[in-house]
């Protein structure tokens, strides 16, 4: 008994280790979106390009929405804003664009200059809807299917393989979806 | 204004790439953290203001490092911090507004765990602990005293040193 | 050809390392002398080149070598002298160099300072030194090696330091900690030479608690210094944030002064040895997992090391070496070590049974929500953060509950308290320290406060015990008070006693009563704060060695008299144009003005943070009565005289006070 005893301690270090040894494979800096599996919040917001015209959650609906959170000010959209385009010739996605605590005139002369593949950009000034959705920062995406659930969230800039590994198959599974609830 | 903080961003932009295009983070200390930020909002009486320095220290900036929302001088920080304010001069409670935070970004902005099942051990952890302490001295005290009550006989141990010691002597 | 000597000399140091971590047990195997007294020499051979090689990476900052790559990254030319030297230990792989140079300077004073111990003991104890630097020397070249070069393309000017880290508080924090962290691989060596020689008396406490108690004293003053620099350097007023990097510096301080007590148990009763051993390993273990958790990543921290999973994974290895290794000896071996122990519930020995299982419950505690964010995220149940809000809920209640055994552990006597006699000396002073608790924030605030009233109760309670213990040892046969007759390490722990009285009641003070302010301020505009007023009179540029700044000119002054000109600045720095807040303090002993500049807004108006904090200072201050404490104690006769080793005299069953000669 008394001997069983002794050997506590390094039992308990020897846990410690496997965790710290866990710990190692793992990103502390990884961080789930809360909002996965909940549904796109509701807003009221213009869209950059024109003032009066004000769109809702209900304007986002019915496809499989790319929800790509933008700003003039951050570096790393414009790394992504090439890839941009060429997803949105994608036809089984929407590109919608949400442009985050931004100044408008900057904003637009950004998509002039660098073309603009969003089929609108949600002009969120104050940074509710950003602040709703569980923005961290920029460049973020976000992926909302057809039932309007947010899917998924992407924090940093996309490129090619990104695309490949971490959206395609779950636009796929999306579309499977789409085509059962139709049947 | 608005240039202001541009400058600002930009100058952050500059760290933040001198910090990737080397990649040699080696820095000892707060790499993250440049300037004390201060706000200078005005509550519409002194116990808003104190919830909101309270809460600013219990929620925790959801992209920095390890800084709650008051330290941090990151463009989310300083929204959030807006957004606080805000939350509070529109008379929400302290429980209502951590709810906005955690339905929003997760029960990772709580610097104060919720108590629920994946936090039991880390709430009740400590008392069991020390509970097993005193459990343990109460167990050892008590066979002590009964083995002293019980019998003057010395340990076998003792028995033997005793033995060694009279036949020396 | 400098740098490569720095290398070389260090590559020497490890071969030192790995001779004496392997001949002098040889020489105790085979109870050969010649090779049991190699230890020595060796351990002088291993501080010699480690320290050859320090030195030359610190020649190598002063001359702006920025070939080499640690240099460049860490120095520039513009900065003064004695911060490139203090750069030295700026960084991940300096540091490293640094810890093994710390190690090497407490292995050689073990060797000087250990002539009236046995030979093979001291063997065994050099040995597990070594063991520890060639782990630690092999990390260094292998993983971190701060003499590497940028060869052939260097850097004309270096990168430059972090400006955080610009300061007089970093030149010597780092160096004192690390001598803590280090230091107790001492106790542990001794440990696992009593493990491994299978006998652990009221001798061998006697010669591990000095090395202790310093290793705990340089701690002290090396958490203290942090403490003191994140309070005025980064501008956010905190002086402990509960992050990470500083739990792992608390936990093996709080394990540290449980092993000190129990070393005090084992030495005066011959009893509490497996607390002794145990707290002996698992404080040095802390210190080792304390840098595997800061440099491999593992643990998301404001402060930073580079991250690296390679050196993450070497330091794991050995953190299972050395842990594995002395806990399963342990195991095996303790058995070995008789404890007898006889005393009753009222009696000093239980006392401090309660204030080590206290202290050994704080540190788990702490390192249950320091892990706890892995754990979860391990067992992939999500992301959680475990902060300052946490740590406070179940460490104060903790720390109240110490104190009052703090209040008691000096003045009952051990194995027995006799009847009445603890009840007459704590009678008076827990009614005085009651009283005094109560009436201090009427006096300090005008109106009741549950908190400030335990806090000022305890710390009150605490000093009145240490003091009535000293009175009690001081008092002569006739009634005369005689102070020169309490021995200097009974003085010490009464000075490390009431330094943690005044730290409590400096953290009471300032958590209770200090007030902030953030606000808009144009020139010429002032400001109340509890009684103080402070006056915007504009602000200046200035020009630093290399940095420029926007000072503040604040005038502080109470009841119409002026006091001071305080001048917080917003700095530049020109290398890497990265902005910094040097806040404008005035510290007395009873309050610190301390003032913040945040952000212009136009037309010479600044956003600004005031604060006013009450006793602030006492915090660090309790903290150096510790250390000073600590180190009297060391000078302590009874630890510098000969111990006549003669096991047989040594009685297991009959607890003796060794006989000195």
Redesign the interface.
Known sequence: M??II??I??IL??L??I??????F?N??A??SAMIGKPLPNFELPILKSLEQRVGRDDLKGSIVLLNVWATWCVQCKYEHPYLLEIARDPRIKLYGLNFTDDRNAALRWLKQYQDPYVFSIFDEQGALGLDIGVFGAPETFVIDHTGIIRKRFAGPINDKIWQKDFLPLIEIIEAEIVQGAS | MQN?ILS?IS?LQ??VR?VVS?M??????????????????EFKDEATKLRF?TLS??L?CPK?????L??SNSKIAVDLRKNLYNLLQEGMSDQEIIDFMVYRY????????PLKK??Y???F??LI??LG??AS?VFV?RK??KARAGDINLSN??QA??HD?LNKK | MIPELGHFSLIIGLAFALCLSIVPLIGVAQNNHQLINSAKPLSFGLFFFVAISIMLLAYSFTVDDFSVK?IA??SNSLLPYYFKISAV?????G?MLFWVFALTAWTLAVGLFSKQLEKEFVARVLAIMGMIAVGFILFTLLTSNPFERLLPNFPMEG?DL?P??QDIG?IIH?PMLYMGYVGFSVAFAFAIAALMAGKMDAAWARWSRPWTVAAWSFLSVGIALGSWWAYYE???G?WW?W??VENVSFMPWLAGTALIHALAVTEQRNTFKHWTL?LA?LTF?LNLLGA?LVR????????????D?GR??YL?VL??IA??GS??L??LR??KV?S???F??YSRE?VI??AM??L???T??IL??T????????MG??????????FN??FIP?MITLFIFMGIGPLIRWKKARKGELSKHLNKISIVSVLFGAAWPFFFAGEFNLMVFVGMTLGCWIFLAVLKDVFNHAKQADGRLKFSVVPLNHIGAAIAHAGIAVTVIGVTMVSSYEK?I???MAPGETINISGYTIEYAGTKNVLGPNYSAIQGQMNVSLDGEFITLLKPE?RTYKV??????EAGIHTTLWRDIYI?????LGGNTW???IYYKPFIVWIWLGAFFMAIGGFLAILSKRYRKRVLINQQAI???NPVILQEA
């Open positions: 008394k001997s002794r050997f301690p390094l270090f020897f410690l280790g965790l710290l040894y866990r710990g190692l793992l502390p800096q961080m789930p | 202001l600002k100058i500059r760290f001198f080397t040699l983070l080696s820095i000892l200390w707060l790499s993250s953290v440049s300037a004390s930020p201060v706000d200078t909002f320095q220290k219990e925790r920095c490092q390890n800084q709650n008051a330290d997760g029960d990772f902005v709580l610097y104060r765990p994946q936090t051990v880390l709430w952890g400590p602990v020390l302490f005193i001295l005290l002590r005293s141990d003792e040193n005793l010691i | 640690y990254g860490h230990w700026g960084g991940h792989e540091s990168r972090n955080l880290l970093l780092p980064l501008g956010w905190g944030f992050d990470p145990l390993i273990s595997f491999s990543g593992v643990i998301t921290s404001v402060h930073s090391f580079a991250v999973p993450g994974m794991l953190l299972a842990v594995g806990l399963t342990y195991a303790s058995s008789s007898p122990s006889r009753t519930l239980n049974l309660i299982s206290i050994v419950t704080a788990v505690t249950l929500g892990l706890y964010p892995l754990i979860i995220d391990a149940m999500g992301k959680i953060s475990v902060g300052a809000p946490y809920a179940v903790m902030e953030n606000v808009k917003q890497q144009s990265m902005g910094m807040t913040a500049l945040g952000d212009p956003s600004m943070r009685d297991q069953t």
